[in-house]
């Protein structure tokens, strides 16, 4: 006779499955952090690599209980991003009365891990993972409430002003500089110009963390000092960090400024690769020319290749632009961010960039050959290169706060 009961399978515990459902989280995680600013990557790229993080986040959401003892021994073993990251997950699907002493003593003694436990609470949509924020945030260790700030800043961007000044209140004045630098950043991506005193201050306090965000805060503020600022702070920050507040400069910065920062960049060979994507945002005709320049300098050749094609639309394969017996000519340390672009023949792509800037409009700023404005900037979010579709983000939520695009590329929800 049909039933509509249902009865739970009982099947014996796969160990070498899910010690590959959580190896393979892991390293499917990392490659998405490593893909997050890769101009090889499209975004469709990195969907596929989503489904595929999905597919065995899933195997761990059904193993359940049998996937923490594996989970747990290879977080204590590595302590690494990654394995915090599929640790989290994996605790987060457990439901109450979770034991989270192992990870916490890892996040505690490893601050640097903490961006993978952050990664899982925006992951994870449940009501393990709110107890959690709440749970870390409350916590008197900074690593953890640290960790609890990042996670809030994307899971409630588009929330009310009054749960944003509530969580303002508390972590402004938090004692780890961490847990101040995310507050001060939100201030400026959620478009809070009430909170302008509170930038200025902690621009003029010790703490860099603190002074680079206040000054990348004022930039989506369009506070009248904010070009400064940024010329003062860009230098303090590296990597991911330093390439959002270069974007943003890139568009936002008056043109005196912007050729200061050129100046001040091209002084300190250090900041050259920092320079070059500057250029690539800003988008001008005085931007190409000086990619001409770099493209002629053989470490530098391949990332202002893109430069020029991230402005232009310039499919240089298609256009026959690059130069195959190159291709692996230059020496690049392991995961450079030249990985997969191609080498430039300087000679073909130097006339091809000056015949397209003698039809370029006057004062034009282009993004994929386009003026650079939101509707024309859209379909780059699921057909652009991933720096594309960062700068998307930012013009479509300069154009609209609501939208809250750019919470939304570091995290699953494309």
Not at 63 to 69: E, F, I, Q, S, V
Not at 240 to 266: H, K
Not at 329 to 349: C, I, K, N, Q, Y
Not at 352 to 359: E, N, P, Q, S
Request: hydrophobic share 45%.
């Amino acid at each position: 006779m049909p039933t509509t009961a249902t009865t739970l399978l009982q099947r014996p515990v796969n160990h070498h499955i899910l010690n590959q459902h959580l190896d393979e989280a892991a390293f499917c995680w990392l490659r998405r952090q490593d893909a997050l600013w890769r101009p090889s990557y499209r975004c469709s790229h990195l969907q596929r690599l989503d489904q595929l993080l999905d597919a065995h986040l899933e195997g761990l959401r059904v193993a359940g209980p049998a996937a923490l003892p594996i989970a747990i021994g290879n977080l204590q073993r590595w302590k690494t991003p990654d394995e915090v990251f599929a640790c989290t997950y994996t605790l987060l699907q457990q439901g109450n009365g979770v034991d989270w002493s192992a990870l916490e003593q890892v996040l505690q003694a490893h601050p640097a891990a903490a961006k993978g436990a952050a990664a899982a609470l925006i992951w994870s949509a449940t009501p393990t993972a709110a107890d959690c924020l709440k749970r870390w945030s409350d916590s008197t260790a900074a690593a953890l409430r640290a960790t609890s700030a990042s996670a809030f800043a994307v899971t409630h961007a588009g929330d009310g002003p009054s749960v944003h000044s509530t969580w303002l209140t508390k972590t402004l004045t938090d004692p780890s500089a961490a847990v101040r630098a995310r507050a001060l950043r939100c201030i400026g991506e959620w478009r809070l110009p009430a909170q302008a005193p509170s930038l200025r201050a902690a621009l003029k306090g010790d703490e860099p963390q603190c002074r680079f965000e206040s000054a990348y805060a004022m930039a989506w503020l369009g506070m009248p000092e904010a070009d400064a600022a940024l010329l003062e702070t860009l230098p303090l920050m590296q990597g991911s960090r330093q390439r959002r507040a270069l974007l943003l400069f890139a568009l936002t910065a008056q043109p005196d400024a912007f050729e200061a920062w050129i100046q001040q960049a091209q002084a300190d060979p250090a900041q050259s690769r920092a320079l070059i994507w500057s250029l690539a945002f800003r988008g001008s005709a005085v931007a190409l020319t000086k990619l001409l320049d770099y493209v002629h300098v053989p470490q530098y050749a391949q990332l202002s290749g893109y430069a020029i094609a991230h402005i232009t639309g310039l499919d240089m394969d298609e256009q026959g632009l690059w130069n195959p017996e190159d291709q692996q000519a230059g020496d690049t340390p392991h995961f450079s961010e030249d990985d997969g672009l191609l080498m430039p023949d300087v000679e073909r792509l130097t006339d091809w960039v000056t015949r397209y800037m003698a039809g370029m409009p006057r004062n034009a700023y282009l993004l994929a050959g386009q003026d650079m404005r939101p509707d024309n900037a859209r379909p780059l979010l699921l057909a652009g290169w991933l720096p594309q579709c960062w700068q998307t983000s930012v013009l479509l939520d300069m154009a609209d706060r609501r939208q809250h695009v750019l919470s939304q590329v570091p995290s699953p929800r494309l």
